[in-house]
Antibody
Framework: QVQLVESGGGVVQPGRSLRLSCAASGFTFSSYAMHWVRQAPGKGLEWVAV????????YCADSVKGRFTISRDNSKSTLYLQMNSLRAEDTAVYYC????????????WGKGTTVTVSS | DIQMTQSPSSLSASVGDRVTITCRASQGISNYLAWYRQKPGKAPNLLIY???TLQSGVPSRFSGSGSGTDFTLTISGLQPEDAATYYCQKYNSAPLTFGQGTRLEIK
């Protein structure tokens, strides 16, 4: 069945870097754009970034622009989020999510991976 | 950027009740509006897209309406499993903003 599994979360000091991964299965990954969405503890959902099916087009939230990079390896059916210059406010559960072709809402979600930025 | 504002922020209702949650966009977004339900400790799941189209597998007690700037999510015949936080999201263009959420408690 369609599945998204995030990994790579953990505890990291402010200013350091972390790379998240999202392994996709059960569908043709290379045909779909992909999102990252995050949720700080006790807070609402915040869209982070989206990448087109072929990696040619990306958009990201102002809150992470210049610090986070979304990328993908279609040969490995894997989405990535490289997070640099991490701040305490980046502490959150990070979800990857798949939109249906041609649209940007999210119809499949992973279970999330937790990132804690703390000294 | 377009802002999405949900109301109320929280509400409490009984099993069998009909509840309505409102989402307002600061600018028109046509019908590019989705609704999600997030149960505690779980990932969100899609309920409605295109403002009023029910996602496959979602119970028919959920319905959506609206276009432009004003949208509603209605749950008719509330069930215990509907205790959750509900989010709207615009998806016409980036940034793909979510509303702040509406927490629904079942009495």
């Amino acid at each position: 069945q369609v599945q998204l599994v995030e990994s790579g979360g953990g505890v990291v000091q402010p200013g350091r870097s972390l790379r998240l991964s999202c392994a996709a299965s059960g569908f043709t990954f290379s045909s779909y754009a992909m999102h990252w969405v995050r949720q700080a503890p006790g807070k609402g959902l915040e869209w982070v970034a989206v990448l087109s099916y072929d990696g040619s087009t990306e958009y990201c939230a102002d809150s992470v622009k210049g610090r986070f990079t979304i990328s993908r390896d279609n040969s490995k059916s894997t989405l990535y989020l490289q997070m640099n210059s991490l701040r305490a406010e980046d502490t959150a559960v990070y979800y990857c999510a798949r939109p249906p072709p041609g649209y940007y809402y999210m119809d499949v979600w992973g279970k999330g991976t937790t990132v804690t930025v703390s000294s | 950027d377009i802002q999405m504002t949900q109301s109320p922020s929280s509400l409490s209702a009984s099993v069998g009740d009909r509840v309505t949650i409102t989402c307002r966009a600061s600018q028109g977004i046509s019908n590019y509006l989705a609704w999600y339900r997030q149960k505690p400790g779980k990932a969100p799941n899609l309920l409605i897209y295109a403002a009023s189209t029910l996602q496959s597998g979602v119970p028919s007690r959920f319905s959506g309406s609206g276009s432009g700037t004003d949208f509603t999510l209605t749950i008719s015949g509330l069930q215990p499993e509907d205790a959750a936080t509900y989010y709207c999201q615009k998806y016409n263009s980036a940034p793909l903003t979510f509303g702040q959420g509406t927490r629904l408690e079942i009495k």
